[in-house]
């Protein structure tokens, strides 16, 4: 007999997601009077609290002597390609709203005696509008806007993963979540996902092993995603997983392979001439994602393909050593590296003979960090590899985070705000953005219509009247999760940095099975998670795996954040790789409809004109226009 799902509860606005992202939207929301409630899987899991680097990067309009402006942060933003204008805009004009929103609630950005906050340049940024807190800006921040929340008492409330989205005349009122193994429904006039980004898509990342995301919940209720093949690359450590940027490689540590006989090699001397190994290790410090472009001659992006190759095609083992200089570099190290790197050290009183010695002096946290994970930079080899750290794809949003179903939004790394490229700590910035912005229009429309109600058996949530299944039930999980490690491996292989058509294509195929295997299960309570997080990760992949294959036969070349058909060409022809920027000023969109995928290029849409007469504003602010606005735009 098909069960009738029970109601959990009835929120005004739910937000979906203890990230950075998510405790700020909820914050707004209750700031504006809005009393809203957090669900999420469980409190400390996500992104934000559980990741960081050597100097975790917050970017925003630059506070420095040189001067900055919102326009000029936005054009920095749009000029990532395949960005909406307005988007970049909104990004750049809250950004310093909410940075200091961040500062007045105990978020310890360093400033000067004065009260000035000094900036640096991180990739992809022309000025130095960047700061941190450390390690962990991240994770700084959702602890101190959790703290937040804890003060306007909003409830959270744990253990519950959103499975199917409820809406009626393209309008949500509800969501079927699992809870304790049981299908439930929660109804709301809003719903606010935050539940970061598609980590689970891959096999290995950079990302915390607690990061799952539920993106393809979104795609399976027909979200159109933007830029779904657009993420960032880097080197990371496998063991305890932290992005290896910055001070990690400014101090010059030395790359080694390990061979299945254990012999050693010093690979990056097969790319590099002695005079530019350490030029090239120190610049991937501050241009840590792997990028087409730095290719060139003496490029770092270079040691991101010999790490590949040793990894990948030799099937060797990759390490940094932070115990030893690079061997190819003569003695004295300071003398050797090139003029931009000495100054660097030389600035920051650095000066140490080993690697290890010198992060000790450069940045303290950074070195801790890792002995805290048990693991001694001063006496062992640091395991690592190219991993997929962050996606500027996702969800479609409007101007105010609204995704095409109304009343529904998406913040932080699930929203496709970002395009080819973005700046270090872009990331950051558009989860709170978004936050704020989700809040203001929710709190700015007023009451909508009661929420809807429909009763659901769980037979129609599974759309699988027929069972057709027909081998037993207890085989149905173990079949489903070797589907799904086995999706996840092909996704590491094949749709990462380096792409291909036949790639994307072998992915694509094994989706088509997983598709079929789905449509005849009949899951049980006890394999629920598993059926959900298989049909996710498929919906996702097909999403991925098509945008790859569209992008190719549309002619696209490498760019952003990975190389086409490397292999083909072979790693050394890769050295002078352009990066494509024809189809910077289109949009990728991609979307399941009527179960087929969907996949265009739009253009952009413009930078919004200046419209800043100050009468003007006014009278469209107080009155209500700036929403309005947006419902005629769309
Ligand atoms: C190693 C690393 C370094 C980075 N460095 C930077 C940097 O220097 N600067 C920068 O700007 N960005 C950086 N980023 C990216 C940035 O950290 C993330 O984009 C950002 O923290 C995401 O925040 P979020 O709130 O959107 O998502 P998250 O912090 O991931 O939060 C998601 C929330 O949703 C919950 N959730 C997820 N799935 C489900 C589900 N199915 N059901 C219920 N709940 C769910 C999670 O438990 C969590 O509470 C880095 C990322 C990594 C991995």
Redesign the pocket.
């Known amino acids: 007999m098909p069960d009738q799902i029970k109601e959990l509860f009835t929120a005004r606005v739910l937000v979906?997601?203890?990230?950075?992202?998510?405790y700020n939207a909820a914050v707004h929301c209750s700031h504006f009077g809005l009393k809203p409630v957090i669900i999420?899987?469980?409190r400390t899991?996500?992104?934000?609290?559980n990741?960081?680097?050597d100097k975790?990067?917050?970017?925003k309009t630059g506070l420095s002597a040189e001067g900055d402006s919102v326009r000029a942060m936005t054009q920095t933003l749009f000029s990532g390609g395949a960005v909406d204008g307005d988007l970049a805009l909104c990004e750049a004009a809250h950004s310093l709203q909410e940075f200091f929103h961040l500062v007045s609630i105990g978020v310890r950005f360093p400033h000067n005696r004065w009260g000035e906050y000094p900036g640096y340049k991180t990739d992809h940024d022309p000025c130095g509008r960047a700061s941190s807190t450390g390690p962990f800006t991240?994770k700084a921040m959702t602890e101190c806007l959790e703290q937040e929340a804890g003060r306007l008492k909003i409830p959270v409330y744990e253990g519950?993963?959103?499975v199917k989205i409820l809406s009626e005349k393209n309008t949500v009122y509800g969501l079927i979540v699992l809870k304790n193994h049981k299908l439930k429904i929660i109804y709301a006039d809003y719903i606010i996902f935050?539940?970061?980004?598609p980590a689970q898509i891959y096999d290995y990342t950079?990302?915390p092993r607690?990061?799952?995301?539920?993106s393809g919940v979104l795609a399976q209720a027909g979200l159109s995603f933007v830029n779904m093949g657009e993420w960032q690359y880097g080197i990371?450590s496998t063991v305890f997983r932290?992005?290896l940027s910055g001070s990690y490689q400014q101090i010059i540590p030395r790359y080694v392979s390990l061979d299945e006989n254990g012999k050693e090699y010093e690979f990056l001397e097969e790319w590099f001439s002695p005079a530019e190994i350490g030029k090239a290790i120190f610049r991937k410090g501050y241009e840590w994602p792997f990028h087409p472009e730095k290719l060139c001659t003496g490029g770092s992006s270079l040691i991101d393909l010999a790490v590949y190759q040793e990894r990948y095609l030799r099937g060797r083992r990759v390490f940094l050593d932070f115990t030893r200089n690079p061997s190819g570099i003569k003695s004295p190290l300071i003398k050797n590296i090139g003029t931009e790197a000495a100054a660097y050290l030389e600035k920051s009183g650095v000066n140490a003979p080993t690697p290890v010695q010198r992060l000790k002096q450069l940045n303290p946290q950074s070195y801790f960090l890792y002995l805290d994970h048990k693991i001694d930079l001063a006496k062992e080899y640091l395991a690592v590899d190219i991993l997929p750290?962050?996606h500027n794809g996702g969800v479609k949003v409007d101007c105010w985070w609204q995704t095409e179903i109304k009343n529904l939004f998406c913040v932080?790394?699930?929203a496709g705000t970002h395009g080819v490229t973005r700046p270090?700590?872009?990331?950051?910035n558009a989860?709170q953005t978004g936050g704020y912005r989700a809040a203001l229009y929710i709190a700015g429309c007023g009451k909508t219509k009661k929420t809807g109600r429909c009763e659901i058996s769980d037979i129609r949530m599974f759309n699988n009247s027929r069972r057709s299944y027909s081998g037993r039930h207890g085989s149905q999980k173990k079949e489903m999760q070797n589907m799904l490690t086995n999706l996840k491996k092909l996704a590491s292989r094949h749709l990462v940095f380096i792409r291909s058509r036949e790639g994307a294509q072998i992915v694509l195929d094994e989706c088509r099975v997983c598709l079929r295997a789905l449509s005849s299960y009949c899951p049980e309570t006890d394999n629920y998670h598993t059926y959900f997080e298989l049909s996710e990760v498929t919906a996702l992949l097909r999403l991925f795996a098509s945008s790859v294959l569209h992008y190719i036969r549309a002619g696209g070349k490498s760019r952003g954040s990975y190389l086409i058909n490397a292999k083909k060409t072979g790693l050394n022809a890769c050295k002078k790789t352009a990066s494509d920027r024809r189809f910077h000023g289109k949009i990728q969109e991609v979307k399941i409809c009527r179960q087929k995928i969907k996949t265009f290029f739009r253009p952009v849409r413009p930078v919004p004109k200046r419209n800043d007469w100050f009468e003007k504003v006014w009278h469209e602010y107080t009155g209500g226009e700036i929403f309005r606005q947006n419902r005629r735009a769309s």
């Open positions: 979906i997601g203890t990230g950075a992202a998510g999420t899987n469980r899991y996500g992104t934000s609290r990741t960081g680097s975790q990067t917050y970017y991240s519950i993963k959103p935050a539940t970061g980004g950079v990302y607690s990061q799952a995301s539920a990371g932290w992005n750290q962050h932080g790394e699930a270090g700590g872009a990331a950051l989860g």
